[in-house]
Protein backbone atom coordinates (compact mmCIF):
# COMPACT_ATOMS: atom_id res chain seq x y z
CA UNK A 1 0.00 0.00 0.00
CA UNK A 2 1.49 3.13 -0.65
CA UNK A 3 0.25 7.16 0.38
CA UNK A 4 -1.33 5.39 2.83
CA UNK A 5 -1.91 6.00 6.78
CA UNK A 6 -2.41 3.85 9.27
CA UNK A 7 -2.75 3.58 12.97
CA UNK A 8 -2.72 0.87 15.38
CA UNK A 9 -3.34 0.97 19.35
CA UNK A 10 -5.57 -0.74 21.73
CA UNK A 11 -3.17 -3.58 22.11
CA UNK A 12 -4.04 -4.73 18.48
CA UNK A 13 -1.96 -7.63 17.70
CA UNK A 14 -1.19 -8.65 13.19
CA UNK A 15 -0.83 -12.63 14.16
CA UNK A 16 1.24 -14.46 11.52
CA UNK A 17 0.91 -11.87 9.39
CA UNK A 18 1.62 -13.41 5.65
CA UNK A 19 0.10 -12.44 2.09
CA UNK A 20 -1.47 -15.77 0.23
CA UNK A 21 0.83 -16.86 -2.63
CA UNK A 22 1.24 -13.80 -5.58
CA UNK A 23 0.25 -11.08 -3.09
CA UNK A 24 2.46 -8.70 -0.73
CA UNK A 25 1.65 -6.85 2.08
CA UNK A 26 3.99 -4.01 2.50
CA UNK A 27 4.26 -0.25 3.77
CA UNK A 28 5.22 1.46 0.34
CA UNK A 29 6.53 5.21 -0.02
CA UNK A 30 4.66 7.79 0.84
CA UNK A 31 2.53 5.81 3.42
CA UNK A 32 3.13 6.43 6.91
CA UNK A 33 1.72 3.23 9.19
CA UNK A 34 2.08 3.73 13.03
CA UNK A 35 1.75 1.80 16.11
CA UNK A 36 0.83 2.97 19.36
CA UNK A 37 1.80 1.71 22.84
CA UNK A 38 1.00 -0.48 24.69
CA UNK A 39 1.22 -3.17 22.79
CA UNK A 40 -0.17 -6.93 23.92
CA UNK A 41 1.98 -8.60 27.09
CA UNK A 42 4.87 -10.12 25.90
CA UNK A 43 5.15 -7.88 22.79
CA UNK A 44 7.54 -4.97 21.80
CA UNK A 45 7.74 -1.93 18.96
CA UNK A 46 11.27 -0.62 17.66
CA UNK A 47 11.99 3.50 17.84
CA UNK A 48 8.68 4.12 19.73
CA UNK A 49 9.12 7.82 20.82
CA UNK A 50 6.56 10.46 22.87
CA UNK A 51 3.38 12.07 20.81
CA UNK A 52 2.34 15.42 20.87
CA UNK A 53 1.27 18.21 18.95
CA UNK A 54 3.76 20.20 17.08
CA UNK A 55 4.06 23.86 17.19
CA UNK A 56 6.02 26.22 15.23
CA UNK A 57 9.72 26.75 16.60
CA UNK A 58 10.66 29.87 18.10
CA UNK A 59 12.72 32.43 16.84
CA UNK A 60 14.53 33.89 19.96
CA UNK A 61 16.42 36.34 17.28
CA UNK A 62 13.04 38.34 16.36
CA UNK A 63 11.04 37.52 19.54
CA UNK A 64 13.35 36.74 22.63
CA UNK A 65 10.16 36.27 25.11
CA UNK A 66 8.88 33.91 22.51
CA UNK A 67 6.29 30.64 24.10
CA UNK A 68 7.19 27.80 22.95
CA UNK A 69 3.65 26.66 24.54
CA UNK A 70 1.49 29.24 22.72
CA UNK A 71 3.40 29.11 18.84
CA UNK A 72 0.54 28.01 16.54
CA UNK A 73 0.22 24.38 15.42
CA UNK A 74 1.84 23.02 12.84
CA UNK A 75 -0.46 21.81 9.49
CA UNK A 76 -2.12 18.61 9.58
CA UNK A 77 0.00 16.67 7.10
CA UNK A 78 3.30 17.89 9.25
CA UNK A 79 2.11 16.33 12.46
CA UNK A 80 3.65 13.07 13.52
CA UNK A 81 0.67 11.37 15.40
CA UNK A 82 -2.97 12.13 15.97
CA UNK A 83 -4.58 13.58 18.22
CA UNK A 84 -5.87 11.14 20.39
CA UNK A 85 -2.67 9.38 20.82
CA UNK A 86 -0.84 12.84 22.48
CA UNK A 87 0.80 11.53 25.71
CA UNK A 88 1.42 8.16 24.36
CA UNK A 89 4.32 6.67 22.68
CA UNK A 90 3.98 5.58 19.32
CA UNK A 91 6.40 3.93 16.56
CA UNK A 92 6.58 4.51 12.87
CA UNK A 93 6.58 0.53 11.09
CA UNK A 94 9.53 0.15 8.46
CA UNK A 95 8.79 0.87 4.89
CA UNK A 96 8.61 -2.72 3.05
CA UNK A 97 6.94 -6.37 3.38
CA UNK A 98 5.35 -7.23 6.20
CA UNK A 99 5.51 -10.95 6.81
CA UNK A 100 5.94 -11.18 10.43
CA UNK A 101 3.46 -10.76 13.24
CA UNK A 102 3.44 -7.26 14.67
CA UNK A 103 4.30 -5.96 17.15
CA UNK A 104 7.27 -8.46 17.67
CA UNK A 105 7.29 -11.33 20.34
CA UNK A 106 9.89 -10.80 23.26
CA UNK A 107 13.18 -12.99 22.05
CA UNK A 108 13.10 -16.35 23.70
CA UNK A 109 14.46 -16.77 27.13
CA UNK A 110 12.84 -13.14 28.00
CA UNK A 111 9.24 -12.50 28.87
CA UNK A 112 7.59 -9.29 28.97
CA UNK A 113 4.82 -9.25 31.70
CA UNK A 114 4.93 -5.67 31.61
CA UNK A 115 3.14 -2.61 29.19
CA UNK A 116 5.02 0.00 30.63
CA UNK A 117 7.33 1.78 27.70
CA UNK A 118 10.75 0.68 28.59
CA UNK A 119 9.83 -3.32 28.81
CA UNK A 120 8.07 -2.50 25.41
CA UNK A 121 10.79 -0.86 22.88
CA UNK A 122 13.15 -3.36 22.75
CA UNK A 123 13.38 -7.76 22.53
CA UNK A 124 14.30 -8.06 26.18
CA UNK A 125 11.10 -6.94 27.43
CA UNK A 126 10.44 -7.00 30.65
CA UNK A 127 14.02 -9.48 31.47
CA UNK A 128 15.79 -12.00 31.22
CA UNK A 129 13.76 -15.57 32.02
CA UNK A 130 14.71 -16.43 35.56
CA UNK A 131 16.92 -19.64 36.52
CA UNK A 132 14.08 -22.56 37.48
CA UNK A 133 11.80 -21.20 34.72
CA UNK A 134 11.87 -21.20 30.78
CA UNK A 135 10.18 -18.33 28.38
CA UNK A 136 9.22 -19.67 25.00
CA UNK A 137 9.06 -16.34 22.43
CA UNK A 138 6.48 -14.11 23.29
CA UNK A 139 6.64 -15.14 26.81
CA UNK A 140 4.76 -13.17 29.13
CA UNK A 141 5.13 -14.72 32.53
CA UNK A 142 8.35 -17.16 33.06
CA UNK A 143 6.73 -21.07 33.29
CA UNK A 144 8.30 -23.61 35.91
CA UNK A 145 10.87 -26.04 34.18
CA UNK A 146 9.24 -29.13 34.42
CA UNK A 147 10.05 -32.25 35.87
CA UNK A 148 13.05 -34.02 34.38
CA UNK A 149 14.47 -31.07 33.03
CA UNK A 150 16.35 -27.96 34.13
CA UNK A 151 16.27 -24.21 33.05
CA UNK A 152 19.50 -21.80 33.74
CA UNK A 153 18.98 -18.16 32.99
CA UNK A 154 17.69 -17.15 30.02
CA UNK A 155 16.29 -20.35 28.84
CA UNK A 156 14.03 -20.34 26.18
CA UNK A 157 13.39 -24.17 26.62
CA UNK A 158 13.46 -27.01 29.06
CA UNK A 159 16.23 -29.16 28.83
CA UNK A 160 16.03 -32.66 30.15
CA UNK A 161 18.61 -34.40 32.46
CA UNK A 162 21.62 -35.68 30.72
CA UNK A 163 20.79 -39.53 29.65
CA UNK A 164 21.45 -41.45 32.77
CA UNK A 165 20.21 -38.92 35.12
CA UNK A 166 16.68 -38.34 35.97
CA UNK A 167 14.62 -35.15 37.69
CA UNK A 168 12.31 -35.32 40.58
CA UNK A 169 11.07 -32.30 41.03
CA UNK A 170 10.21 -29.29 38.99
CA UNK A 171 12.22 -25.68 39.45
CA UNK A 172 15.63 -27.49 38.53
CA UNK A 173 18.32 -25.16 37.58
CA UNK A 174 21.04 -27.04 36.75
CA UNK A 175 22.02 -30.64 35.69
CA UNK A 176 24.10 -30.67 39.05
CA UNK A 177 20.59 -30.93 40.73
CA UNK A 178 19.71 -34.14 38.19
CA UNK A 179 19.91 -37.76 40.10
CA UNK A 180 21.86 -40.50 39.36
CA UNK A 181 19.94 -43.50 37.57
CA UNK A 182 19.88 -46.18 40.08
CA UNK A 183 20.07 -50.11 39.48
CA UNK A 184 16.78 -51.45 38.79
CA UNK A 185 15.88 -48.65 36.32
CA UNK A 186 17.40 -46.46 32.90
CA UNK A 187 16.66 -42.91 32.90
CA UNK A 188 16.23 -41.18 29.33
CA UNK A 189 14.89 -38.25 28.59
CA UNK A 190 15.03 -36.72 32.09
CA UNK A 191 12.44 -39.43 33.40
CA UNK A 192 13.07 -42.85 35.41
CA UNK A 193 11.79 -46.23 34.28
CA UNK A 194 12.11 -49.24 35.85
CA UNK A 195 13.12 -52.47 34.62
CA UNK A 196 9.73 -53.93 33.54
CA UNK A 197 8.79 -57.08 35.36
CA UNK A 198 10.83 -59.98 33.98
CA UNK A 199 13.72 -58.18 33.97
CA UNK A 200 16.82 -56.78 36.02
CA UNK A 201 19.46 -54.04 36.28
CA UNK A 202 22.49 -54.00 38.84
CA UNK A 203 24.34 -51.12 37.12
CA UNK A 204 23.49 -47.31 37.95
CA UNK A 205 23.54 -44.54 35.51
CA UNK A 206 21.85 -46.44 32.46
CA UNK A 207 20.32 -44.77 29.87
CA UNK A 208 18.37 -47.35 27.98
CA UNK A 209 15.94 -49.46 28.15
CA UNK A 210 18.71 -52.35 27.22
CA UNK A 211 20.37 -52.08 30.27
CA UNK A 212 17.72 -54.20 31.55
CA UNK A 213 18.12 -57.85 31.31
CA UNK A 214 16.02 -60.86 31.05
CA UNK A 215 15.27 -63.58 33.84
CA UNK A 216 16.35 -66.79 33.03
CA UNK A 217 13.56 -68.77 30.72
CA UNK A 218 11.11 -69.43 32.95
CA UNK A 219 11.67 -66.94 35.99
CA UNK A 220 10.39 -63.88 36.64
CA UNK A 221 10.89 -61.74 39.14
CA UNK A 222 8.23 -60.26 41.78
CA UNK A 223 7.54 -57.14 40.53
CA UNK A 224 9.12 -53.93 38.12
CA UNK A 225 12.41 -52.46 38.98
CA UNK A 226 14.81 -55.59 40.08
CA UNK A 227 18.30 -54.98 40.75
CA UNK A 228 19.78 -58.57 40.75
CA UNK A 229 19.23 -61.75 38.75
CA UNK A 230 18.84 -63.20 42.31
CA UNK A 231 15.55 -61.50 42.29
CA UNK A 232 14.67 -63.68 39.64
CA UNK A 233 12.45 -66.75 40.53
CA UNK A 234 10.90 -70.17 38.91
CA UNK A 235 7.45 -69.80 37.87
CA UNK A 236 4.66 -72.29 36.77
CA UNK A 237 6.01 -75.25 38.82
CA UNK A 238 9.56 -75.23 37.74
CA UNK A 239 12.28 -75.73 40.16
CA UNK A 240 15.33 -73.53 40.04
CA UNK A 241 18.72 -75.99 39.84
CA UNK A 242 22.07 -75.20 39.03
CA UNK A 243 22.97 -75.48 35.12
CA UNK A 244 26.36 -75.41 33.65
CA UNK A 245 28.84 -73.26 34.83
CA UNK A 246 26.96 -72.27 37.52
CA UNK A 247 24.47 -70.73 36.30
CA UNK A 248 20.75 -70.80 37.65
CA UNK A 249 18.41 -72.26 35.18
CA UNK A 250 14.58 -73.49 36.12
CA UNK A 251 13.51 -77.11 35.38
CA UNK A 252 10.98 -79.48 36.08
CA UNK A 253 11.13 -82.12 39.09
CA UNK A 254 10.72 -85.15 39.23
CA UNK A 255 6.85 -86.31 38.64
CA UNK A 256 6.73 -83.07 36.69
CA UNK A 257 6.51 -83.19 32.52
CA UNK A 258 7.02 -80.07 30.24
CA UNK A 259 3.41 -78.73 28.75
CA UNK A 260 2.99 -75.87 26.34
CA UNK A 261 -0.47 -73.89 26.84
CA UNK A 262 -1.40 -71.03 25.08
CA UNK A 263 0.29 -68.77 28.24
CA UNK A 264 3.30 -70.62 27.43
CA UNK A 265 5.49 -73.54 29.35
CA UNK A 266 4.70 -74.55 32.72
CA UNK A 267 5.21 -77.84 34.91
CA UNK A 268 2.45 -80.32 35.43
CA UNK A 269 2.06 -83.45 37.53
CA UNK A 270 2.79 -86.88 35.17
CA UNK A 271 -0.57 -87.95 33.94
CA UNK A 272 -1.53 -91.36 35.54
CA UNK A 273 0.11 -93.92 33.29
CA UNK A 274 3.35 -91.47 32.83
CA UNK A 275 6.18 -91.15 34.90
CA UNK A 276 8.99 -88.66 35.22
CA UNK A 277 11.96 -89.79 37.10
CA UNK A 278 14.34 -86.85 36.59
CA UNK A 279 15.25 -83.31 36.19
CA UNK A 280 14.92 -81.65 33.40
CA UNK A 281 12.40 -79.67 30.99
CA UNK A 282 11.04 -82.92 29.19
CA UNK A 283 7.84 -84.97 28.52
CA UNK A 284 6.52 -87.22 31.25
CA UNK A 285 7.07 -90.85 29.80
CA UNK A 286 4.80 -93.44 29.46
CA UNK A 287 4.80 -96.78 31.08
CA UNK A 288 6.17 -99.17 29.61
CA UNK A 289 3.20 -101.92 29.81
CA UNK A 290 0.18 -102.20 27.73
CA UNK A 291 -3.05 -101.37 30.58
CA UNK A 292 -0.44 -99.88 33.14
CA UNK A 293 -1.27 -97.01 35.18
CA UNK A 294 -0.31 -95.45 38.14
CA UNK A 295 -2.49 -95.09 41.26
CA UNK A 296 -1.89 -91.14 41.82
CA UNK A 297 -0.57 -88.27 39.51
CA UNK A 298 3.06 -87.29 39.72
CA UNK A 299 4.79 -90.87 39.79
CA UNK A 300 8.50 -90.91 39.89
CA UNK A 301 9.90 -94.15 39.19
CA UNK A 302 8.91 -96.51 35.93
CA UNK A 303 8.04 -98.86 39.53
CA UNK A 304 4.97 -96.35 39.96
CA UNK A 305 3.07 -98.15 37.32
CA UNK A 306 0.72 -101.13 37.69
CA UNK A 307 -1.37 -102.61 35.62
CA UNK A 308 -4.88 -101.39 35.58
CA UNK A 309 -8.15 -102.67 36.69
CA UNK A 310 -9.02 -106.42 35.14
CA UNK A 311 -5.26 -106.89 34.76
CA UNK A 312 -2.21 -108.07 36.81
CA UNK A 313 1.39 -107.97 36.30
CA UNK A 314 3.75 -110.66 35.63
CA UNK A 315 6.93 -111.08 34.10
CA UNK A 316 6.38 -111.89 30.28
CA UNK A 317 8.45 -115.18 30.04
CA UNK A 318 9.44 -117.03 32.67
CA UNK A 319 12.36 -118.52 31.14
CA UNK A 320 13.15 -116.14 28.03
CA UNK A 321 12.20 -112.88 29.74
CA UNK A 322 12.52 -110.62 32.20
CA UNK A 323 10.13 -107.54 31.37
CA UNK A 324 6.86 -107.41 33.01
CA UNK A 325 3.80 -106.92 31.60
CA UNK A 326 0.24 -106.71 32.08
CA UNK A 327 -1.70 -110.00 31.71
CA UNK A 328 -5.58 -109.81 31.59
CA UNK A 329 -6.46 -111.92 34.62
CA UNK A 330 -9.30 -113.90 32.20
CA UNK A 331 -5.64 -115.37 30.84
CA UNK A 332 -5.61 -117.80 33.88
CA UNK A 333 -9.12 -118.65 33.78
CA UNK A 334 -10.61 -122.22 32.87
CA UNK A 335 -12.88 -121.68 29.74
CA UNK A 336 -16.17 -121.14 30.48
CA UNK A 337 -14.93 -120.00 34.52
CA UNK A 338 -13.80 -117.10 36.57
CA UNK A 339 -11.92 -117.57 39.46
CA UNK A 340 -10.32 -114.20 40.03
CA UNK A 341 -11.56 -110.97 41.62
CA UNK A 342 -9.56 -108.39 39.73
CA UNK A 343 -11.76 -105.67 40.69
CA UNK A 344 -8.58 -102.94 41.52
CA UNK A 345 -5.57 -101.47 39.93
CA UNK A 346 -2.19 -103.04 41.09
CA UNK A 347 -2.17 -106.59 41.32
CA UNK A 348 0.48 -108.89 40.74
CA UNK A 349 1.11 -112.26 39.79
CA UNK A 350 2.07 -113.29 43.36
CA UNK A 351 -0.91 -111.79 44.79
CA UNK A 352 -3.01 -112.43 42.20
CA UNK A 353 -6.67 -112.35 44.57
CA UNK A 354 -8.40 -115.72 43.87
CA UNK A 355 -12.54 -115.88 44.63
CA UNK A 356 -13.84 -118.73 46.78
CA UNK A 357 -14.32 -121.88 45.00
CA UNK A 358 -10.98 -121.71 43.32
CA UNK A 359 -7.36 -122.59 43.77
CA UNK A 360 -3.99 -121.56 42.66
CA UNK A 361 -1.42 -123.78 43.40
CA UNK A 362 1.64 -121.33 44.05
CA UNK A 363 2.25 -117.48 43.54
CA UNK A 364 3.72 -118.17 40.18
CA UNK A 365 1.10 -120.21 39.30
CA UNK A 366 -0.50 -118.92 35.65
CA UNK A 367 -3.54 -121.19 36.09
CA UNK A 368 -6.67 -120.90 38.34
CA UNK A 369 -8.97 -124.12 38.68
CA UNK A 370 -12.36 -124.62 40.45
CA UNK A 371 -12.33 -126.83 43.53
CA UNK A 372 -14.52 -129.78 43.17
CA UNK A 373 -15.31 -128.99 46.94
CA UNK A 374 -16.25 -125.56 46.42
CA UNK A 375 -16.40 -125.03 50.20
CA UNK A 376 -12.69 -125.92 51.25
CA UNK A 377 -11.35 -123.58 48.93
CA UNK A 378 -11.86 -119.93 50.44
CA UNK A 379 -9.79 -118.11 47.69
CA UNK A 380 -7.49 -114.99 48.29
CA UNK A 381 -4.52 -113.12 47.57
CA UNK A 382 -2.11 -116.12 49.43
CA UNK A 383 -1.63 -119.31 47.11
CA UNK A 384 -1.73 -122.67 48.41
CA UNK A 385 -2.83 -124.02 51.63
CA UNK A 386 -3.64 -121.00 52.91
CA UNK A 387 -6.50 -121.00 50.90
CA UNK A 388 -8.08 -124.08 52.37
CA UNK A 389 -10.87 -123.91 54.80
CA UNK A 390 -9.99 -125.21 58.50
CA UNK A 391 -9.29 -129.06 58.04
CA UNK A 392 -8.40 -129.18 54.56
CA UNK A 393 -5.54 -129.63 52.66
CA UNK A 394 -3.36 -130.65 49.99
CA UNK A 395 -4.00 -129.54 46.11
CA UNK A 396 -7.40 -128.27 45.24
CA UNK A 397 -7.97 -128.47 49.13
CA UNK A 398 -9.11 -131.63 48.12
CA UNK A 399 -7.52 -133.74 51.58
CA UNK A 400 -9.36 -133.77 54.56
CA UNK A 401 -6.95 -133.31 57.90
CA UNK A 402 -10.10 -133.77 60.58
CA UNK A 403 -13.39 -132.86 60.96
CA UNK A 404 -13.56 -131.39 57.59
CA UNK A 405 -17.18 -130.30 57.43
CA UNK A 406 -18.60 -131.07 54.61
CA UNK A 407 -15.94 -133.76 53.62
CA UNK A 408 -14.37 -133.06 50.80
CA UNK A 409 -15.19 -135.08 46.99
CA UNK A 410 -13.26 -137.26 45.60
Known sequence: MSRSSLLLGNGTLLAANAAPAG????????????YALPAPPGHWVAGAELCFEKRA???FQLEPSCVAATQPLLPTEEQTCSEEHYGRSVADLALGPLHDAFPFACAPGTFGRSTA???????SCSGVCPAGYYCAAGSVEPKPCLEGFFCGPGSPAPQPCSPGTYGAQTMLEDQSQCLRCPAGSYCTSGKRFPCRQGTFNPHPEQASALACEECQKHSSTDGVGATAQANCTCRNQFTQAEGENGTVVCMCAEGMGLVSTVDGERCEPCAQGTYKDALGNFKCAACEQLHATSFSLGATVAEDCVCETGYFMATENETTSSARVCLACESVHVVGFSGTNCTRAGLTLERLPIE???????????YVRPCAAAEACLGGDLATDVQCADGHTGPFCSICLANCNPPPRA
Do not use: E, F, N
Not at 23 to 34: C, K, R, Y
Not at 117 to 123: I, L, R, T, Y
Not at 356 to 366: I, K
Open 57 to 59: PCD
Open 117 to 123: VADQSGP
Open 23 to 34: ASAQVGLGSVWQ
Open 356 to 366: AGYYRQSSTAR
